[in-house]
């Protein structure tokens, strides 16, 4: 039975949206309100939601409070994304369509309780300032806030957005989609495991849907129903969109896009990874100890940092393929060795390691399925300077922290080179470098040799960079450095030759 679950943060608030703004009435739904039997929305049916933009990507989602606020998840502007970088869409339902306004964030409020560990956030909430007030029309319009007596357990909740569908789970929908689902109590939610030890009754809720065609919500973005204290006339908000489980039918994989078939918690940012959400991604271990990082690029390829294997003997090292948790093998393929090729241009100094890229060849094929699948490898000279990095791996989480036991990932902006030699690593760089920066303290360092991905308008992956060097952490005087594998894509798919490739 395929299920659906939204693990939600409940907001509690006494405040109607009629005290700030006495010229509307909050959680009137647009005028188009037939609900058809698919998971698309009418037009402007729920004129409170909105996107929140980070660059070109969809970030989160969000609904209007009052004409000049928005209500949405915390984690949306933590872990490397602050507030001024989103961009807010308003009275948007097609996203290509371009009569939508765009608005930016002045001010972005996270809880003061907000915490988060590897899997969980407590106290998920944020309220983000506009840089203008809105004018509230049939398309744009704020959702009701609810009250203390008002009850919303045997009622069909909805949840809506422009993210993940079902099928396709790494692309985001071009409409805006709903499904309905319900509230279950919490000691029933608390019987999966991963919930019961990260479920908090008191700011949480979880919520569950049978349907196999509903859309998967966007972090940040309301749960919300009607209520007969109102006649059911009004909607309310009844809860931000937090983090959860996502069951889905499996698929062929492709490379850069992880099986549909695997969990999707909505974590974001530089925190535990959704578990084999990114199946290219292994760990290399040199004496049973966490060694480097890198991606799976063909059956029998890893492709790796060259400073990895430079000063050290590979048959000392074995590859871990498929993996998720160091403290959970079962499953894991395990592969030694059989030989390492580095670039014939690599150098090193004191301080910086140039061309640094190795291809690692397996001792034997794998098998690709649900939790191995190739990464997909950019074009020639392809330059990503602007978009927004996604870095993997098991390593440090801070400066002088140790390295994690599950795959962490944090979201992290692309230099431009110009931007780059603004840096004070200006003197130790060459074209053949590439970096990239996080804003966040709390984003996880990834393993040398792992990789630096980026996500393609085609909805697959695609590795920008290897992990190189670096000093310090998330400082901004001195951005990560990675090695631009766009420069080397000749050198890789010969030596490559005798590896098979995902589509």
């Known amino acids: 039975m395929n299920q659906l679950w939204f693990l939600i943060c409940l907001t509690v608030t006494l405040t109607n949206c009629q005290r700030f703004n006495n010229s509307c009435e909050c959680g009137i739904a647009g005028k188009n309100r037939r609900i058809v039997g698919g998971t698309t929305v009418q037009p402007y049916q729920y004129p409170w939601l909105v996107s929140l933009m980070l660059g070109a990507k969809l970030h989160c989602g969000g609904a209007i409070i009052t004409d000049l606020h928005v209500l949405t998840a915390g984690h949306c502007i933590t872990f490397g994304v602050h507030y001024r970088d989103l961009s807010v869409h308003v009275g948007m339902h097609d996203r290509l369509d371009n009569t939508y306004a765009v608005l930016h964030v002045v001010n972005g409020v996270k809880h003061p309780s907000f915490t988060s560990n590897a899997v969980r956030d407590i106290n998920d909430i944020a309220v983000l300032t506009l840089n203008k007030r809105l004018k509230f029309t049939d398309k744009v319009r704020p959702i009701c806030l609810p009250s203390e007596d008002m009850e919303f357990k045997d009622v069909p909740l909805t949840v809506a957005g422009w993210g993940k569908t079902r099928q396709g789970a790494l692309t985001s929908s071009r409409y805006l989609l709903e499904t309905k689902v319900q509230t279950v109590e919490s000691v029933k939610c608390q019987k999966s495991s991963i919930y019961k030890e990260n479920l908090v009754p008191d700011t949480m809720m979880c919520a569950y849907s049978l349907g196999k065609d509903a859309c998967q919500g966007d972090s940040g973005g309301p749960l919300f129903a009607t209520n007969k204290k109102t006649q059911n006339k009004k909607w309310y908000q009844v809860g931000i969109v937090s983090w959860g489980i996502d069951c889905a039918m499996p698929d062929y994989p492709e490379c850069g896009k992880a099986s549909d078939s695997i969990v999707s918690m909505r974590i974001v940012g530089g925190r535990r990874a959704e578990p084999h959400s990114f199946p290219w991604a292994v760990a290399t271990l040199k ?217």
């Open 287 to 503: 004496n049973n100890r966490m060694h480097c990082g890198g991606a799976v690029i063909t059956s029998k390829h890893v492709l790796s940092a060259g400073h990895c294997f430079k000063w050290d003997n590979f048959n000392t090292m074995k590859v871990l393929i498929g993996l998720d948790n160091l403290d959970k093998l079962n499953g894991v393929v395990q592969r030694n060795i059989s030989n390492v090729i580095i670039h014939e241009a690599f150098t090193s100094t004191a301080v910086r390691d140039e061309n640094d890229i190795a291809i690692v060849t397996l001792n034997s094929p794998v098998l690709f399925g649900d939790t191995i699948v190739p990464i997909c490898l950019p074009k020639p000279g392809q330059d990503f300077a602007g978009w927004t990095g996604t870095i993997v791996g098991w390593g440090r989480i801070g400066v002088e922290k140790s390295s994690s036991r599950v795959l962490l990932m944090a979201s992290l902006k692309i230099l431009s080179d110009e931007e780059c030699m603004k840096s004070q690593l200006a003197q130790h760089l060459k074209p053949t470098m590439m970096c990239a920066f996080s804003k966040g303290k709390d984003g996880c360092q990834g393993d040398s040799g792992g990789p630096l991905l980026v996500f393609g308008t085609d909805g697959r992956y695609m590795q920008a960079g290897i992990v190189s060097w670096g000093i310090g952490c998330a400082d901004p005087r001195y951005p990560g450095v990675y090695t631009k594998v766009s420069n080397y894509i000749d050198w890789i798919q010969r030596h490559t030759k005798d590896g098979d490739r995902c589509s």
